[in-house]
């Protein structure tokens, strides 16, 4: 609490919009006065809202498409039996593993900065754990040869996809704008 010109200046955090009514000595000493006043949240303070990094965006960003193109890859091959298109199924599931460790790597980091926001940060940590997990082991599946990866390529490549497609939509979802943290 600080005296400028007299009046006397809080700093208070609180919701937007609300009116409280404080009562406050108002004198020295015997002569303190119990003064009522109201102040408004127009003049609280606000912390902005921490926003995902924006090479973590384009970390999350990234495995999305790589993953979904592994899986319409797949979808191809289970259509035409053309080898070459599990061949790109593997390298898009590859590509989206780089992707996903280096977004998990992040999402590490963020655990630790995360403040209030720290359930959303494990959620999405989480998430990013089991799609590094699952296309791992997609890798794998795909690693043999291309009558061997289906049926089950293709069932992995899915769960990747919406596992990806998730951990992308809640790291994105902790970005507000104009909101309190």
């Not at 609280?44 to 384009?58: F, K, M, N, Q, S």
């Not at 996903?100 to 999402?107: I, P």
């Not at 082991?137 to 293709?154: I, K, Q, T």
């Not at 490549?157 to 507000?176: E, F, K, M, Q």
């Amino acid at each position: 609490m600080t005296k400028r010109d007299g009046p006397v200046w809080f700093r208070i955090r609180a919701c937007a919009g609300a009116a409280r009514r404080r009562r406050a000595p108002v004198g020295q000493g015997d002569d303190a006065v119990a003064a009522t006043y109201e102040y408004r949240a127009d003049h609280y303070e606000h912390r902005p809202a921490t926003a995902i990094h924006p090479l973590h965006a384009v970390l999350l960003a990234a495995t999305v498409p790589l993953f979904l193109g592994g899986l319409i890859a797949d979808i191809a091959y289970s259509m035409t039996y053309q080898i070459q298109w599990t061949n790109f199924a593997s390298w898009l599931i590859a590509g989206g593993m780089v992707f996903t460790g280096f977004a998990l790597l992040w999402a590490f980091i963020d655990l630790f900065r995360a403040g209030r926001r720290r359930a959303r940060a494990v959620a999405c940590f989480v998430l990013l754990l089991v799609t590094f997990a699952v296309g791992l082991v997609n890798s794998f599946v795909h690693a043999r040869d291309a009558w061997g990866a289906m049926p089950e390529g293709l069932i992995l490549s899915a769960v990747v996809t919406v596992a990806a497609v998730i951990a992308t939509w809640l790291g994105y979802s902790s970005l507000r704008m104009g909101a309190v943290s």
